[in-house]
Nanobody, 121 residues
Framework: QVQLVESGGGLVQAGGSLRLSCKVS????????MGWYRQVPGNEREWVAR???????DYADSVKGRFTASRDNIKRTVYLDMNDLRPGDTAVYYC???????????????WGQGTQVTVSS
């Protein structure tokens, strides 16, 4: 059974930084592409970033240059370093084991419980 557990969220002032972690169990972590998503109540879940098994990273335009996704295969953990945080980054952040199909990545049903990030102005 796949389990993902996010941590590291909190309250931070605008311009501050946070590091989110997502520990994965029950899967062959080293071959997984891991995605980060976020959701504001009333809105759809939004893709934020991904890191592939080969450590290639991609980012949504809204976070490019401010967020960095990385992974530690020994610790079975994926990270999201968030810098220069803005009030618009306030959301619940989730990690996800993404699935590839026809050259694109899609979210799967493997989600963690999420961690709340709140950025005050």
């Amino acid at each position: 059974q796949v389990q993902l557990v996010e941590s590291g969220g909190g309250l931070v002032q605008a311009g501050g930084s946070l590091r989110l972690s997502c520990k994965v169990s029950g899967s062959i972590f080293s071959i997984n592409t891991m995605g980060w998503y976020r959701q504001v109540p009333g809105n759809e879940r939004e893709w934020v970033a991904r890191v592939t098994s080969g450590n290639r990273t991609d980012y949504a335009d809204s976070v490019k240059g401010r967020f960095t996704a990385s992974r530690d295969n020994i610790k079975r953990t994926v990270y999201l370093d968030m810098n220069d945080l803005r009030p618009g980054d306030t959301a619940v952040y989730y990690c996800n084991i993404e699935r590839g199909f026809s050259g694109r990545w899609y979210s799967s049903n493997d989600w963690g419980q999420g961690t709340q990030v709140t950025v005050s102005s």
